[in-house]
C-alpha cells in the first residue's frame, strides 16, 4: 500500500502570512494532486502536477512536484481568511488516487 | 450543472439492519469510486469502478458491497452495518485514469451513525 505523509497536521497562522504545507512518499507517483475541503463538503480540486520537478501557480497558491515524483509542497503567500480549510494531497496511479491525511489550515483575521 | 448526487445526506441506524447509500454522476464519467473519512485516519478508499460491471476493492473494502449496473450509478451497500461503519462517506466520479490526473469531483457526503 503506498502511503502519503502530509505535514503540519495543524496549521494556524494570521492574516497575512506566508505558510508551506509537505507531502511525502517513499513511492513514486504518475501524478500528484491537492484539494481542498471546507466544512460539510466534498473535496474539491486545486491542481495536478504530472512531470518530476513541476511548478504550478494559482494566485497566491504554489505547487511543486518533487524531482523524483515522491513529494509535493504547497507554498500560500499572504494567507487570508478564505484559504481556512483542509488540504488534501493524492497521489495517483492509474485507477487509484491514494490521499495523505490532510492539513487543516486555520487563518485568523 | 455538473454534478455528483449522495442520498440520504445524514442517515442513523441500528447494528445489523441493512442499507444503502445512492450515487449518481451526470458527467458521463467512466470512473466512479467510495471513500470514508475519519479524524486521524484520512480519506480511505473502499471500492471503485472502472466502468459498467468492472469493480475493484480499495483498501478498505471489509463490509461493504458495490455494484455498477449503470454507467451514471454507484450504490454503497452496507448488508449488516456495524458500530465502526459509523464514518462520513464521499462518492467521486472522474474520466477513467484519476491516477493519471484525470479531476475527481466528489459528491457532498453522506454521514452514517451506526449505533
Known amino acids: 500500500t503506498q502511503l502519503l505523509e502530509q505535514s503540519p497536521q495543524f496549521l494556524s497562522i494570521q492574516e497575512g502570512e506566508n505558510l508551506t504545507v509537505y507531502c511525502n512518499s517513499s513511492?513514486?507517483?504518475?501524478?500528484l494532486q491537492w484539494y481542498r475541503q471546507e466544512p460539510g463538503e466534498g473535496p474539491v480540486l486545486l491542481v495536478t502536477?504530472?512531470?518530476?520537478?513541476e511548478v504550478k501557480k494559482l494566485k497566491r497558491l504554489t505547487f511543486q512536484f518533487g524531482d523524483a515524483r515522491k513529494d509535493s509542497s504547497l507554498h500560500i503567500t499572504a494567507a487570508q481568511p478564505g484559504d481556512t480549510g483542509l488540504y488534501l494531497c493524492a497521489g495517483g496511479s492509474n485507477y487509484k488516487l491514494t490521499f495523505g491525511k490532510g492539513t487543516l489550515l486555520t487563518v485568523n483575521p | 450543472e455538473a454534478q455528483v448526487t449522495q442520498n440520504p445526506r445524514y442517515l442513523i441506524t441500528v447494528t445489523g439492519k441493512k442499507l444503502t447509500v445512492t450515487c449518481s454522476q451526470n458527467?458521463?464519467?467512466?470512473?466512479m469510486s467510495w471513500y470514508r473519512q475519519d479524524p486521524g485516519l484520512g480519506l480511505r478508499q473502499i471500492y471503485y469502478?472502472?466502468?459498467?460491471?468492472?469493480?475493484d476493492k480499495g483498501d478498505v473494502p471489509e463490509g461493504y458491497k458495490v455494484s455498477r449496473k449503470e454507467k451514471r450509478n454507484f450504490p454503497l451497500i452496507l448488508e449488516s452495518p456495524s458500530p465502526n461503519q459509523t464514518s462520513l462517506y464521499f462518492c467521486?466520479?472522474?474520466?477513467?485514469?484519476?491516477?493519471?490526473?484525470?479531476?475527481?469531483?466528489f459528491g457532498p457526503g453522506t454521514r452514517l451513525t451506526v449505533l
Open positions: 502536477v504530472v512531470t518530476g520537478g
Open positions: 467521486a466520479s472522474s474520466k477513467p485514469l484519476p491516477g493519471q490526473g484525470d479531476e475527481q469531483f
Open positions: 513511492s513514486v507517483f504518475s501524478s
Open positions: 458527467m458521463n464519467h467512466e470512473y
Open positions: 469502478s472502472m466502468n459498467v460491471e468492472v469493480t
